[in-house]
């Protein structure tokens, strides 16, 4: 009996978590929904920079112009919402933790969601502007490049989502070597196919072209070098 109001308890307890984050969640998207065509503005900048003078981007579909910046700025209130959402997920699994768990996993969380945060910028900054102008620029002559709203919104997202979890591999390296399911030793003689597996996941998560894939496998791969090294000072 005892056992069965544990879990109804903790299924409680759960479900108020997923209000509360639904709540802040939608509280934000609200707040940001009077700005979504600035907001779509801004995350299009990347590619309209590089479109040639005559070239603008276009809404295939009658509910586009309204619905795609609608959706980018619901995207970016989830995003906006991270820090709150982990911390709230901290705080619902802590009871359970001991003492220097707690210390543990709160850093953990810290360090993932400022690494997701990065990789998130990086492809932004760094990323976008190279791929953008190489695809315009390739584009062969007398063709115009006019890319649809919607289809650029599913290429970015796809994009920033998988440089932030592509930039979770410290945390990856460092959690395999605390729980001592791997050591630094075996994962330092796996590298070259830790190397190739990195191409292999840029491949899976990003466009078919060799130079998203390329930039999102190597930063990866020298995460991973980062990581290993983080793990030997830390068991040092």
């Given at each position: 009996m005892s056992d069965k109001s544990s879990m109804l308890e903790q299924l409680g307890l759960l479900r108020n978590l997923l209000l509360r984050a639904l709540g802040v969640t939608v509280f934000i998207f609200a707040c940001l929904a009077f700005f979504?065509?600035?907001?779509?503005?801004?995350?299009?900048?990347?590619?309209v920079r590089f479109l040639p003078e005559n070239s603008s981007m276009i809404a295939t579909e009658v509910t586009s112009p309204f619905l795609t910046p609608l959706k980018l700025t619901f995207?970016?209130?989830?995003?906006?919402?991270?820090?709150?959402?982990?911390?709230?997920?901290?705080?619902?699994?802590?009871?359970?933790?001991?003492?220097?768990?707690?210390?543990?996993?709160?850093?953990?969380?810290?360090?993932?969601?400022?690494?997701f945060y990065l990789g998130t910028f990086f492809a932004f900054y760094a990323v976008f502007p190279l791929i953008?102008?190489?695809?315009?620029?390739?584009?062969?002559?007398?063709?115009?490049?006019?890319?649809?709203?919607?289809?650029?919104?599913?290429?970015?997202i796809k994009l920033l989502v998988a440089f932030g979890l592509a930039f979770q591999m410290p945390i990856v390296i460092f959690t395999l070597v605390k729980s001592e399911i791997t050591s630094v030793a075996a994962l330092a003689n796996a590298r070259?196919?830790?190397?190739?597996?990195?191409?292999?996941v840029g491949m899976l998560l990003t466009p078919p072209d060799i130079i998203s894939q390329t930039l999102l496998a190597v930063p990866?791969?020298?995460?991973?070098?980062?990581?290993l090294f983080g793990a030997k000072l830390i068991k040092k």
């Amino acid at each position: 009996m005892s056992d069965k109001s544990s879990m109804l308890e903790q299924l409680g307890l759960l479900r108020n978590l997923l209000l509360r984050a639904l709540g802040v969640t939608v509280f934000i998207f609200a707040c940001l929904a009077f700005f979504q065509d600035s907001i779509y503005l801004l995350i299009s900048e990347p590619l309209v920079r590089f479109l040639p003078e005559n070239s603008s981007m276009i809404a295939t579909e009658v509910t586009s112009p309204f619905l795609t910046p609608l959706k980018l700025t619901f995207y970016i209130a989830i995003f906006i919402a991270i820090p709150y959402l982990m911390f709230e997920l901290w705080k619902f699994v802590s009871p359970g933790l001991f003492k220097s768990e707690k210390i543990y996993t709160i850093g953990l969380t810290g360090l993932s969601t400022l690494l997701f945060y990065l990789g998130t910028f990086f492809a932004f900054y760094a990323v976008f502007p190279l791929i953008f102008s190489f695809f315009i620029n390739a584009a062969p002559e007398g063709v115009a490049v006019m890319t649809d709203i919607s289809s650029y919104l599913s290429f970015v997202i796809k994009l920033l989502v998988a440089f932030g979890l592509a930039f979770q591999m410290p945390i990856v390296i460092f959690t395999l070597v605390k729980s001592e399911i791997t050591s630094v030793a075996a994962l330092a003689n796996a590298r070259p196919y830790v190397v190739i597996g990195c191409f292999i996941v840029g491949m899976l998560l990003t466009p078919p072209d060799i130079i998203s894939q390329t930039l999102l496998a190597v930063p990866t791969w020298i995460l991973f070098e980062l990581g290993l090294f983080g793990a030997k000072l830390i068991k040092k």
